[in-house]
């Protein structure tokens, strides 16, 4: 029998599907539901704890105290200011092991990864092992597919993301024609197509955003995602597609994404990611 997991749920709709797959397989589970970022009202009929960054401690001792042995990471969850994590005596004790002037999210999260296993004693397990069916797939998941343009601008964002991503920055790009319209930072994906749509040139072929893991990133923490929402915004920035890497980004609520794809009349097409300088 698998052991209780603990769900630390941030926003978006992953924290419901694991919450939903536990069930349908009878697993106990508990979620810690970050004030601000999870979704209440999605998780309303889940066992919840809700924890904030000033109180990790806290979190851990109620993760202890309910059985909790599996831990698995979930949804967006903003990085927090310095000044309320020293409020909490566990994270003030973590940032003084590792630092904070030299780490990207990756190996922010890779460092939190490693602190929970080895001096909490939990195992962290990938939403994508649990979540096998939401991973992308190669081909196209809609009615439409990328033509020979935007097949040289998936290639080239992939380069791009591959390489930004070796400097633990971001996940996505938009590209259009070859050129670069915009590069993922803290903002978010939805937030860079929005921004990317002042720049997209009308009445030639469209962009495309590129979503794929960073070089040697930590797979349990922080896959590519994308959305219903993440479509919607760039059906309206005016984009041709978007590419996953295939087997390493989540589409969350996948028939839901296909049939806004289908009715905005742009792909969504999972690819295998090519290596670049910086690959490990």
């Not at 602190?115 to 190669?138: H, M, Q, T």
């Not at 040289?152 to 590209?175: P, S, Y």
């Not at 993922?184 to 030639?204: H, K, N, P, S």
């Amino acid at each position: 029998m698998a052991s209780k997991l603990g769900i630390v749920a941030g926003a978006g709709g992953l924290p419901g599907h694991l919450v939903e797959a536990c069930r349908r397989s009878g697993r106990d589970f508990h979620v810690f539901a970050f004030e601000g970022s999870a979704d209440a009202e999605a998780l309303a009929s889940a066992p919840t704890e809700r924890i904030r960054f000033g109180a990790l401690g806290k979190a851990i001792d109620a993760a202890r105290r309910l059985g909790i042995v599996e831990v698995v990471l979930a949804g967006r969850i903003p990085r927090p200011p310095l000044r309320q994590l020293l409020l909490d005596p566990v994270a003030a004790r973590f940032l003084a092991r590792v630092g904070t002037r030299v780490l990207g999210d990756d190996h922010l999260l890779a460092a939190v990864i490693g602190e929970l296993e080895e001096k909490e004693g939990f195992r962290l397990v990938g939403a994508d092992e649990i979540l096998v069916e939401l991973l992308a797939v190669s081909g196209n998941h809609g009615t439409s597919g990328p033509d020979e343009d935007s097949m040289a601008d998936i290639e080239r964002g992939f380069r791009v993301v591959r390489a930004l991503g070796a400097l633990d920055v971001g996940q996505a790009v938009v590209v259009q024609n070859g050129t670069v319209l915009g590069l993922e930072a803290m903002e978010g994906t939805d937030a860079l197509i929005e921004r990317c749509a002042a720049f997209v040139e009308r009445g030639v072929p469209g962009g495309v955003l590129v979503k794929c893991s960073k070089p040697g990133q930590e797979r349990r923490a922080d896959l590519p995602a994308i959305g219903v929402s993440t479509v919607e915004a760039a059906v309206s920035a005016g984009l041709r597609g978007i590419a996953l890497e295939a087997g390493g980004a989540l589409i969350i609520e996948r028939d839901a994404v296909v049939a806004a794809a289908n009715k905005g009349g742009i792909f969504v097409f999972g690819t295998e990611a090519p290596e670049v300088d910086g690959d490990r």
